[in-house]
């Protein structure tokens, strides 16, 4: 018998959001996880409001629901608060009620500064790695640094020299502008839409774009990211930054693998100044190693490994939407790139089986 298409226009549910999410969903564990970082987060987030007047949207709140914008590649706060007002899932993630009023786009805006201000990214990041390191998947022997080009928030027609006047308003906001022919170097040129940004080529022979640097410095074990940051895309900045993450987080007596972008004195000397091996893909010429690293069999190994980092950049620009960043401004990258990372981990330790109660 065919049932009839009724549609029924209100009902009561008795059913709580607890009891409507799968027991097995994946997002479960993950929630366990971020619940976890949140609590340790607890005191750094009291700090930062104020003990009068009246209360504020949860930041607790806030942060799950940009974590969520991460795991679903949502492109806009404006389309993540539209899901929030109809998705059962979303809600039940971020702790809303059914019949809880959600907020506007702009309260993610209000309260950017605040947790910008508190470095709420770095703190994050730092409490789901403690979680893997509890639970024993770090190794502390063996990483991997790399980097990989950001396109940045703004157009080529941004870009002009620096100290120019910008042009008076007129002919619409999206003017036609003629820079064939004129030769732009960082030196002299600026984006009026994000100083911050800068030209960078991602390869010989391509097109140059404004962008940033994301670095990752990779715990070789299971693949997950100890340590993270943004910088301003320049020629040295990997070796500089990569030098900076070893230096903060690798001890004496470990080794560092990375590609052959790395094998220069800049990145080499100071590590073996602290005792740590670096691991790099030799060159064929001008190379900063020899055979003194090569020759061992843990240098072949950490070659194999090293491509893991990959991954991270892959799922950063595929799944976590940065492959143009969404925010202006050096500080807000960073804490765009360190809060994706955090999110990568979550999925990477659910998939290990991380699940703390």
Request: proline share 5%.
């Amino acid at each position: 018998m065919r049932g009839d298409d009724e549609q029924s226009g209100h009902l009561f549910s008795y059913l709580s959001p607890e009891q409507r999410v799968p027991a097995d969903h994946p997002l479960r564990a993950i929630r366990r996880m971020t619940d976890a970082a949140l609590r340790e987060l607890g005191p750094a987030l009291d700090a930062l409001y104020s003990r009068a007047g009246r209360p504020s949207v949860p930041p607790e709140q806030l942060l799950r629901a940009l974590l969520l914008q991460v795991l679903y590649s949502i492109r806009s706060e404006r389309m993540l608060i539209e899901q929030l007002e109809y998705n059962l899932l979303f809600r039940w993630f971020v702790g809303l009620a059914m019949d809880a009023d959600l907020w506007v786009p702009t309260t993610f805006t209000k309260n950017r500064a605040r947790l910008l201000e508190g470095e709420i990214a770095a703190r994050f990041f730092d409490a789901v790695a403690r979680q893997a390191e509890t639970a024993g998947l770090l190794s502390d022997e063996h990483f991997t640094v790399d980097g990989s080009l950001l396109q940045a928030w703004a157009s080529h027609k941004s870009v002009k020299p620096i100290g120019e006047e910008p042009p008076a308003p007129g002919g619409g906001s999206n003017t036609d502008v003629d820079f064939r022919g004129q030769r732009r170097r960082n030196e002299t040129h600026r984006s009026t839409t994000d100083p911050d940004a800068r030209l960078a080529r991602k390869g010989d022979g391509q097109a140059a774009v404004l962008g940033y640097y994301a670095h990752v410095l990779l715990d070789n074990r299971h693949g997950l990211v100890r340590n993270v940051c943004a910088t301003h895309a320049t020629g040295t900045a990997e070796a500089e930054a990569g030098v900076l993450l070893v230096q903060a987080t690798v001890r004496p007596g470990c080794t560092v693998g990375a590609d052959k972008g790395y094998d220069q004195g800049p990145f080499v000397a100071p590590l073996r100044a602290r005792g740590i091996t670096a691991h790099v893909a030799a060159k064929v010429r001008y190379s900063a190693i020899d055979g003194r690293t090569t020759r061992h069999p843990g240098y072949a190994v950490s070659q194999r490994k090293r491509k893991l980092v990959e991954q991270v950049f892959g799922w950063m620009k595929t799944v976590g939407g940065l492959r143009q960043v969404k925010h202006r401004g050096g500080r807000l990258v960073d804490w765009q790139v360190t809060f994706a990372a955090a999110a990568y981990n979550l999925v990477r330790l659910r998939t290990l089986g991380v699940a703390p109660a």
